[in-house]
DNA sequence: GTCTATACGACGATAGAC
DNA sequence: GTCTATCGTCGTATAGAC
């Protein structure tokens, strides 16, 4: 910030084009949207847009990683059931962007794609975190479980990522319930295992 | 089969359609395949292959209406852990479809997709199969829980779906694991609850 | 009904001038 | 750093042959 240099308006720049796609790809859903209203929002035109990326995939993938850093930056490294109801109700509010979150990681199985490298650090992360807070709260004696804290974790993202498909078909759908449903398993107190 | 009347060779067509899309996206996914590769693995042009169906989208829904329909006939009716493992099997060496589907899923959540009414056909069927199996279980006393069948059936939906993101990304990712996780903590005698 | 030819508008991408 | 101009490809639309 107020960083000096020549390289100052264009980092300006690509951060006002990034929050500007953003918010496109909130209210209009990741398809259908192209890259030229991104441009005209921003007085650019595409190939001045293009500038400051290397492609569409490119810039959506950077997307991504802002919406992550901020969200990082919000919750500040915690991973509990509180934080974690912020993120979905969040979510709940902005259907463009889970779709985007969706289609960029169905794209990005390709490992050229741009956002691979993304999704190929942000699952280890995600889940390191997650395996940390589940053996907090064992060493609490809060939860109880024979499986290893890694294993639940890989359990709880694939969770939180797939009751977002079916939210996204049925809005009634209740994002939190599946993730309490295991948390409850899992606090029953061990006497036959 | 051998149906007779005028519409047989125009079926025939449809189906042999459907099958080479299957074919494309499943080997080269579902970025990059163009209906102009489809039409020209046909020998027929992007116009006449049109004239069988209303849009791309259109096509796509088919093709993933064929699947499941395949499915359904394989594992007839069943919802029990062999056929989810089969497949789960079938789904691992077909990447190009798990991506498709993903990617479907995401842009079906437009009512307006023509792969809309299919998922949301889809996921209350697949909810209430599982559900049965599950109250199944239970009766038979394989399975305790006090939390209802038909939300389990949710749970397990998401996490089958869910796993399938991260496996996209990682292929080794074992997917049967957290299934047979959750299964398993429903497995523990209910002596506290 | 089945299909080809042709054309249209929009997309992402690129070359090169300023 | 930003533009105009242009490219190739995409999905789509229409006209019309058989």
Redesign the interface.
Known sequence: MAKRGPYEKGEAKRAEILHAALEIFASE???GTSLRKVATKCNLSLPGLMHYFDSKEDLLTQVLRMRDETARIRHAERADPKSYREIIRESAST?GL??LF??M??????PK?PA?AL??ER?PTMRERTADYLRRRMDEGALH?D?PPE??A??F???????Q??W???RS?DME??IE??M???S??????
Chains 1, 2 share one sequence.
């Open positions: 859903g990741y398809r259907p889970v779709e969706v289609s990681a169905a794209a990005a199985s390709d794609h691979h999704f190929a699952y479980s499986i294993r639940l890989v359990l993202l694939a969770l939180a990522d797939g009751i498909l079916q996204l078909i049925d759908t319930q599946p449903d295991v409850s398993l899992l029953a107190k061990p006497d036959e295992e």
